[in-house]
Antibody
Framework: QVQVVQSGSELKEPGASVKVSCKAS????????LNWVRQAPGQGLEWVGW????????TYAQGFTGRFVLSLDTSVSTAYLQINSLEADDTARYFC???????????WGQGALVTVSS | DIQLTQSPSFLSASIGDRVTITCRAS??????LVWYQQKPGKAPNVLIY???NLRGGVPSRFSGSGSGTEFTLTISSLQPEDFATYYC?????????FGQGTKVEIK
C-alpha cells in the first residue's frame, strides 16, 4: 500500500539549517510528483513547492525561493526539503504529499514540526 | 498568483444540517479544483477532485460543483465526524494555491 513517511520534529536556532525527509513506498516513485505544504500553528495550508520525481526539477511558490531547497534521492525513494538561514516565522509543520494524475494530493506524510527558537 | 477566497471562514451547524462552502478563484481555473478535509493534528484528506468527482471511499453526502471561478462543496446532512476544517486548492497552474479554510463547528 502507498505510504509517505516523514522525519521527526526538529528544534533549531535562528540562522541554522534543517533538512526534512519524505520517504515514499508502495508505488513507483518517479511516476508521481511530490508537493510540500506548510502549516504554521493555528493557521491554514500554504503551498511551498513541487518536485518532479522523474527529472528532479523543482518549482517553488513565491516567498519560498532562495532559502528553501527541494531535492531527491531516487535510490531510496526519498524527497527532501532543506530550509537555510532559519527564521522564527519558519516555525510550522511541513507536510509532503504525493500528487495524483488529477493534481490532487492523495497521500500525505504525517508532517514534520520544525520549531525555530533560541 | 491565483487567489482562492472561501466563504464563510467559519460556520456553526447542527447534526443533519445541509452545509455549503464556496470557493472563488481570482481567475478562471476550469474544473481544476480540489477539496480537502483536515481534522486537528492530522494531515488533510482529499474529498473531491476535478471540482465534482468524489474520491473513492468518501461518503456520498459530500458533493462538489462549479467551474471557472466559482465552486461549492456541499455536505447534504452533517454528521459528527464532519466537524473539521475544509480547504479548496487550485491545481490549474503553478504556484498551486489553497483557500484560507472554512472551519465547521458544532452549534
Amino acid at each position: 500500500q502507498v505510504q509517505v513517511v516523514q522525519s521527526g520534529s526538529e528544534l533549531k536556532e535562528p540562522g541554522a539549517s534543517v533538512k526534512v525527509s519524505c520517504k515514499a513506498s508502495g508505488y513507483r516513485f518517479n511516476l508521481f510528483p511530490l508537493n510540500w505544504v506548510r502549516q504554521a500553528p493555528g493557521q491554514g495550508l500554504e503551498w511551498v513547492g513541487w518536485i518532479n520525481t522523474d527529472t528532479g526539477n523543482p518549482t517553488y511558490a513565491q516567498g519560498f525561493t532562495g532559502r528553501f531547497v527541494l531535492s531527491l534521492d531516487t535510490s531510496v525513494s526519498t524527497a527532501y526539503l532543506q530550509i537555510n538561514s532559519l527564521e522564527a516565522d519558519d516555525t510550522a509543520r511541513y507536510f509532503c504529499a504525493r500528487e495524483d494524475i488529477n493534481g490532487a494530493l492523495d497521500y500525505w506524510g504525517q508532517g514534520a514540526l520544525v520549531t525555530v527558537s533560541s | 498568483d491565483i487567489q482562492l477566497t472561501q466563504s464563510p471562514s467559519f460556520l456553526s451547524a447542527s447534526i443533519g444540517d445541509r452545509v455549503t462552502i464556496t470557493c472563488r478563484a481570482s481567475q478562471a481555473i476550469s474544473i481544476f479544483l480540489v477539496w480537502y478535509q483536515q481534522k486537528p493534528g492530522k494531515a488533510p484528506n482529499v474529498l473531491i477532485y476535478g471540482a465534482s468527482n468524489l474520491r473513492g471511499g468518501v461518503p456520498s453526502r459530500f458533493s462538489g460543483s462549479g467551474s471557472g471561478t466559482e465552486f461549492t462543496l456541499t455536505i447534504s446532512s452533517l454528521q459528527p465526524e464532519d466537524f473539521a476544517t475544509y480547504y479548496c486548492q487550485q491545481v490549474y497552474v503553478f504556484p498551486r494555491t489553497f483557500g484560507q479554510g472554512t472551519k465547521v463547528e458544532i452549534k
